[in-house]
Every structure is written in structure tokens, then in C-alpha cells.
């Protein structure tokens, strides 16, 4: 008998409780959230809250809120979200400390009980932290990615159609390269309804709106002023998962694990790629012009030192 989908997410804080939701709403699949025993209470509660949300609208998802990793076993998709969050003046790196010995107990948890799901990471730093679980839980290079160029994008997408007042649904961009501060926004290759941007926006407004993409989530943790962004988060996840298990085949930026595309080999890094059925299907390759290519480097040098503070 067809089953449902199962979708496992790790770490069911503020990302982590969106997802559930957006995959209900979604009709995705059975969700489980799991987390550490000391919360196991209030995911408890988590999941029962959204089984009673889901009555009201008439959603067959099921939740569960768990602290035993056993219970998501089976699951297609596993989407990594167990971290720290940045406070206030922190960067990204700051949180390496922290997050690579939770990310080596996530990793150890996949291998034994999901090893072979989708898994999605949205943990930061995050390009250092997907590289980290593939490393560690030993998955194909095919069934892991990082989520952030589909957030960065979003929110370049949504500074655009601000300024130039158009439907976001026309405005196409895409960010690749780490998810820091020297990530890439593609100006040349964005349009508006397939109109150039660049000839849309003079040079000054434009490189002022790359700059508050390329600050996206720091704006964000100074406005939260507890932790960092989470609806956003989980909808650029949510809709990772949903081309993975839908066999949509959407082409997104996202961190894959290169093979000599864009010069950089064996490490995860922001890219065009195709998500279906198969995973990472396939990276597409971009012709950059010079100044982009070094943008690119640049940031996959901080990318490399990140994942060398790791010492994984
Ligand atoms: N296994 C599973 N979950 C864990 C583990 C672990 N070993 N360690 C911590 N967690 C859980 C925490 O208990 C918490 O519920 O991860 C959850 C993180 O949730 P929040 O603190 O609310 O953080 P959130 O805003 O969801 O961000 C999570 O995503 O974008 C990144 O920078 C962000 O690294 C952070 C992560």
C-alpha cells in the first residue's frame, strides 16, 4: 500500500516548528519533530498544537513530537535545523563552536537511523555545517544539500520588487556562493518579467540593495533581538523538500557538493541546481565575467576557512 511522505525535522525550535507547519500546509507528508530530551515537552506540545491547527483546516498530516532520533527512521526528507541561532553583533563563524559538536551528534543519529533520506541543513555556519554531516554521517553526494541561496535570493527577490514596486513573482534573481557576508548576487543574469534589471535600477541603488541581501540575516537578529530569522528560513526549505519529493525537478541555488564546477572541488558551496526525486540531480554551470568569478573565489575563501575551523 502508497504511504505517505516522512518528513524528519532536527531541531524543532523556531525553524523547526515553521517547517512542520508549511509541510502540513503543503499536504507534504507525516511530519516527526525531534529534539533533545530537555525540550521534549515542549515539542511535544508543538506537535499536538499543529494536529489541532490541522483539524480546523482539514489537514491529514500527521505530527509528532519526539526526543528518541529512532522515531524518524523511514523518513524521506530529514531537515537539519538542531543549532544555536546568532544573537546580536554575532557572526555566523561565532557560532562554529557550538554547532559542529551538535551537527556530530545529528550526523551520528542520521547514519543509524536515516541514511538513506534527502537531508536538507539549514544549521549555521552553514556551508561548514552541511560539510560537516556529509563528512560524518558518510551520505552520497547527490542526497545532501544546504539551504541559503533560496533565502538570500528571496530576499534580494523582495528588496527588488520593493523598489521598483513590481510583483515579486516577476522579479527572478539568484545569490549563489556562501551564505556570508561575500555571498554573490548575479545582478547581471536578474530581470524583471525577463527585462534586465540592471537597466531597471541605477548602479547605486542596486549595489545598496546587494549590500542589505548580503546583511539579510544580520538585519534580521538585530530586529529579533533573541535569535535569528525563522519564517523565511522555513519556507526555502519547505520548498527544497517539496521539488525533492515531488519530483518537481525546480532549479534552486543551492550549497551542493562541487566536482570541479566553478573551479572548487569537494567542498558544499551556493549553486544552480536541479532538485528532484533524485536529489541533487544535476549543477548547472554559469559562464561568470571576471568580476564575478572573483566575488565567487572570495567567498568560497571564506567558505574554506570555516570549514577548516571545523577540524573535521
Ligand atoms: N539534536 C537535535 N536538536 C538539537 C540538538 C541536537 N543535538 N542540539 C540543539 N538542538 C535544538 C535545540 O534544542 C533547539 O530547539 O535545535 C533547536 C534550534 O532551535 P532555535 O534555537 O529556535 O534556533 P532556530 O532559530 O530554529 O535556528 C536553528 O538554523 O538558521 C540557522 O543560525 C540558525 O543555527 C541556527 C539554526
Same mark, same amino acid.
Given at each position: ?89 554575532? #557572526? ?60 538570500? #535570493? ?41 527585462? %534586465? ?57 543551492? $550549497? ?15 549553486? %544552480? ?20 568569478? $572573483? ?12 570549514? $577548516?575551523?571545523?577540524?573535521?
Amino acid at each position: 500500500m502508497a504511504r505517505r511522505n516522512k518528513i524528519a525535522v532536527v531541531g524543532a525550535g523556531n525553524i523547526g516548528g515553521n517547517i512542520g507547519l508549511l509541510c502540513a500546509e503543503r499536504r507534504l507528508g507525516d511530519v516527526v519533530l525531534y529534539d533533545i530530551p530537555q525540550v521534549e515537552g515542549p515539542v511535544k506540545g508543538k506537535a499536538l498544537d499543529i494536529n489541532q491547527l490541522n483539524a480546523v483546516r482539514g489537514l491529514d498530516s500527521r505530527l509528532v513530537g519526539t526526543s528518541n532520533f529512532a522515531d524518524c527512521a523511514g523518513a524521506d526528507v530529514v531537515i537539519v535545523t538542531a543549532g544555536r541561532p546568532r544573537k546580536p553583533g554575532m #557572526s555566523r563563524d561565532d557560532l562554529i563552536a557550538t554547532n559542529v559538536e551538535i551537527i556530530k551528534n545529528v550526523a551520528e543519529n542520521v547514519k543509524q537511523h536515516t541514511p538513506d533520506a534527502f537531508v536538507i541543513v539549514i544549521s549555521n555556519p552553514l556551508d561548514a555545517m552541511v560539510y560537516a554531516l556529509h563528512k560524518i554521517a558518510g551520505l552520497k553526494d547527490n542526497m545532501v544539500a544546504g539551504m541559503a541561496g533560496v533565502l538570500d #535570493s528571496a530576499r534580494f527577490r523582495f528588496f527588488v520588487s520593493e523598489a521598483l514596486d513590481v510583483s515579486i513573482d516577476d522579479v527572478n534573481a539568484m545569490v549563489l556562493g556562501g551564505h556570508g557576508d561575500d555571498m554573490v548576487p548575479l545582478t547581471r543574469l536578474c530581470n524583471v518579467g525577463g527585462v %534586465p534589471l540592471e537597466s531597471l535600477l541605477p548602479a547605486d541603488k542596486l549595489a545598496a540593495i546587494v549590500e542589505r541581501t548580503r546583511k539579510g540575516g544580520g538585519e534580521l537578529v538585530s530586529l529579533y533581538g533573541t535569535g535569528s530569522a525563522y519564517f523565511a528560513p522555513a519556507e526555502s526549505a519547505v520548498a527544497m523538500a517539496e521539488s525533492f519529493l515531488l519530483d518537481r525537478k525546480r532549479v534552486m541555488p543551492v $550549497a551542493a557538493r562541487l566536482h570541479g564546477e566553478y573551479g572548487i572541488d569537494g567542498f558544499f558551496f551556493g549553486v %544552480p541546481a536541479r532538485l528532484g526525486k533524485g536529489g541533487v540531480e544535476k549543477v548547472y554551470e554559469i559562464a561568470l565575467e571576471a568580476d564575478e568569478k $572573483a566575488m565567487l573565489d572570495k567567498s568560497f575563501e571564506a567558505v574554506k576557512s570555516t570549514v $577548516a575551523a571545523c577540524n573535521i
